[in-house]
């Protein structure tokens, strides 16, 4: 089958874009305020997007709460989702009004991050601080602007339970990390194999 973006003619019950594009690592999104109020979200477009400076990106749909908070303080964590806290994760995707924390609705810790004024989730086996660096308004092929604003940040501190550590590797068979696959479904990334890159052809 083929079908064109613009006219979104797939013939299928749900927009299949989201189910392709898997599996997606969750970011667990910590932000406070500049009243102090507390937020976090889950954000199922977000990735590792550089290893020099470590920067992850993730990406809004719309000016929610936590866009907000990042604009107003350019800080913000994010908390490793492992299967253990899967359901609190759940919880705090909640739609409330702004100032609500989620932390208390998952029934979560709040711990605030070593070097930035964000808070993160104590119970996750991994968390980062991170900086804003950029904030961008994603826009379309044509030159318009879309709904999405893309928020990149540089992780200056890692937080991680020494538990999941195993022969000096965070070990994901310990960590059971979840990702979020298309329409409501998930997937626990916890089985993995090794594979070594190609060694390049003699020159002769």
Same mark, same amino acid.
């Given at each position: 089958?083929?079908?064109?973006?613009?006219?979104?003619?797939?013939?299928?019950?749900?927009?299949?874009?989201?189910?392709?594009?898997?599996?997606?690592?969750?970011?667990?999104?910590?932000?406070?305020?500049?009243?102090?109020?507390?937020?976090?979200?889950?954000?199922?477009?977000?990735?590792?997007?550089?290893?020099?400076?470590?920067?992850?990106?993730?990406?809004?749909?719309?000016?929610?709460?936590?866009?907000?908070?990042?604009?107003?303080?350019?800080?913000?964590?994010?908390?490793?989702?492992?299967?253990?806290?899967?359901?609190?994760?759940?919880?705090?995707?909640? =739609?409330?009004?702004? !100032?609500?924390?989620?932390?208390?609705? *998952?029934?979560?810790? $709040? +711990?605030? #991050?070593?070097?930035?004024? /964000?808070?993160?989730?104590?119970?996750?086996?991994?968390?980062?601080?991170?900086?804003?660096?950029?904030?961008?308004?994603?826009?379309?092929?044509?030159?318009?602007?879309?709904?999405?604003?893309?928020?990149?940040?540089?992780?200056?501190?890692?937080?991680?339970?020494?538990? =999941?550590?195993?022969? !000096?590797?965070?070990?994901?068979?310990? *960590?059971?990390?979840? $990702? +979020?696959? #298309?329409?409501?479904?998930? /997937?626990?990334?916890?089985?993995?194999?090794?594979?070594?890159?190609?060694?390049?052809?003699?020159?002769?």
């Amino acid at each position: 089958m083929f079908y064109t973006t613009d006219t979104n003619l797939h013939g299928l019950p749900h927009d299949p874009f989201k189910a392709i594009v898997t599996p997606r690592p969750i970011g667990w999104i910590g932000s406070k305020g500049k009243d102090g109020s507390r937020n976090l979200s889950p954000y199922s477009f977000f990735n590792a997007v550089s290893d020099r400076p470590k920067i992850v990106m993730f990406s809004s749909s719309g000016r929610k709460d936590t866009l907000r908070n990042v604009e107003e303080t350019g800080v913000f964590t994010t908390s490793f989702v492992g299967a253990e806290i899967l359901k609190p994760m759940n919880e705090s995707s909640v =739609v409330v009004p702004y !100032g609500v924390d989620e932390f208390s609705i *998952a029934g979560l810790t $709040a +711990r605030t #991050g070593e070097l930035v004024d /964000a808070p993160y989730v104590g119970e996750a086996l991994a968390a980062f601080e991170c900086k804003v660096t950029e904030i961008h308004r994603l826009k379309t092929a044509a030159g318009g602007f879309s709904d999405s604003y893309a928020v990149f940040g540089e992780v200056v501190g890692i937080h991680i339970d020494e538990r =999941v550590l195993r022969d !000096g590797r965070f070990d994901a068979a310990l *960590a059971r990390p979840m $990702a +979020r696959m #298309g329409y409501m479904d998930y /997937a626990e990334a916890s089985e993995t194999f090794e594979l070594l890159r190609p060694t390049p052809p003699s020159q002769t």
